[in-house]
């Protein structure tokens, strides 16, 4: 069984950095496709950036270039570098995966999903 834990969240003021990580355990000798979303509440989940198991990435149109995804060496390790956060970056952050998945940032796409980690950005 697959199983999902995020760390790194936090709080920060506007124009700081987190580095979100997301340990992927069972069925580590695969490399699975994995993403971020993160919620507001009230609100859906939005893709923030997914990676395939080739490497491929993709990223939420809505981020401008300020968040990078990748993976340590073994993939079992996700991370999620924020840079130059917003208060509209504020939400609880989803770490998921799939064996197989090409929809990288469609939510409906993955099959295992972390508890979440938190993410507040104060002006």
């Known amino acids: 069984q697959v199983q999902l834990v995020e760390s790194g969240g936090g709080s920060v003021h506007a124009g700081g950095s987190l580095r979100l990580s997301c340990a992927r355990s069972?069925?580590?000798?695969?490399?699975?496709?994995m993403a971020w979303f993160r919620q507001v509440a009230g609100k859906g989940r939005e893709g923030v950036a997914g990676?395939?198991?080739?490497?491929?990435?993709r990223y939420g149109e809505s981020l401008k270039g300020r968040f990078t995804i990748s993976r340590d060496n073994t993939g079992n390790t996700l991370y999620l570098q924020m840079n130059s956060l917003e208060p509209e970056d504020t939400a609880a952050y989803y770490c998921?995966?799939?064996?197989?998945?090409?929809?990288?940032?469609?939510?409906?796409?993955?099959?295992?999903w972390g508890q979440g980690t938190q993410v507040i950005v104060s002006s």
């Open positions: 990676i395939g198991a080739d490497g491929t990435t």
């Open positions: 069972g069925d580590t000798t695969r490399r699975y496709s």
């Open positions: 998921a995966a799939r064996l197989v998945c090409s929809a990288y940032l469609e939510s409906r796409c993955y099959e295992y």
